[in-house]
């Protein structure tokens, strides 16, 4: 089955005002509609500037989301971001269970469980990230520890649900080190994702989702990773940053 390529940019704590605006204008500039037809791109700016990124890309056809949200609905959490919030000012997604969340903040597979149904009963699509440790992946628990976090992640969600969630396969050895999945690495653990989406769901269904790669992608290993079975797209950090870099990435052939 074709799934259309999903090329996103996580910004993490980085960029000011003036640069974040700048990037999402000259995206907007440079990704003409055709471009968009064949490829969904989006966008993932901190916080604070994802009011006026959501601005400057109204209408574009780029997708702007946030990095993270509550896991509750409103109230008395300090410094928290609701899914409702989120969707007030024009986000489309949200990220869950970024590997530096799970690692640096402590988030868990319950938590994120929680954090996909909110983003999800709030009308926002979801990129839910898993990913192995390398003393995970040298002990040959590669498999077992993403199948986990995706059935964990998932968990109590519908058909439905599941037709706005996309997976990000992101090894956490591969993340801002330079040192990408070798393209049989990546191509194995997404196969062995969408067979453990079969498992929770049907086979059917599992080809309809997109699975994502992250860590360490640039224009210079976008295509060889692209052509490695069961990849539909990146999650892409760094090279996110610098407008020719995404540009290469995402114009991939
Ligand atoms: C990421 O943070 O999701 C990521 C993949 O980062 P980088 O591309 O910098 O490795």
């Known amino acids: 089955m074709k799934r259309k390529p999903f090329l996103a940019g996580n ?20 990704l003409s509609a055709s471009v968009l037809a064949e490829r969904d791109v ?25 990095q993270n949200l509550c896991d509750e609905k409103h109230g008395a959490f300090t410094g928290e971001v ?9 986000a489309t997604c949200v990220l869950v269970g970024h590997s530096e969340r799970r690692h640096l903040y402590g988030e868990g597979d319950e938590l994120c469980n929680r ?21 995970e992946r040298d002990s040959n628990r590669t498999d077992l520890v993403i199948g986990r976090q995706l ?10 649900q599941l037709g706005r969630v996309t997976i990000a396969y992101e090894p956490v050895w591969a993340i801002g080190t330079g ?15 969408r067979g453990v989406l079969a498992g929770l769901y049907d086979a059917r269904l599992a080809q309809t989702v997109r699975i994502q790669y992250g860590g360490s992608v640039k224009p210079d290993n976008i295509a060889t990773l692209m052509a490695a079975p069961d990849v539909d797209g990146a999650l892409v950090g760094g090279a996110s940053l610098k407008v020719d870099s995404f540009l290469g990435i995402v114009r991939f052939h």
Request: proline share 3%.
């Open 115 to 135: 954090k996909v149904q909110r983003a999800l009963a709030a009308g926002l699509s979801t990129v839910l990230c898993v990913g192995e440790q390398l003393d």
């Open 11 to 30: 910004w993490k704590m980085n960029l000011d005002r003036k640069g974040a605006l700048e990037l999402a204008r000259s995206l907007r500039d440079a």
């Open 82 to 90: 609701s899914a409702e919030m989120l969707v007030d000012i024009g």
């Open 42 to 66: 989006a966008v993932f700016p901190p916080f604070v500037y994802l009011d006026e990124v959501v601005r400057a890309l109204a209408g574009s056809g780029i997708g702007v989301g946030a």
């Open 179 to 193: 040192r990408n999945a070798t393209p049989e690495q990546a191509g194995a653990a997404h196969t062995h994702l």
């Open 151 to 160: 059935t964990a992640g998932l968990k109590g969600l519908s058909a439905e």
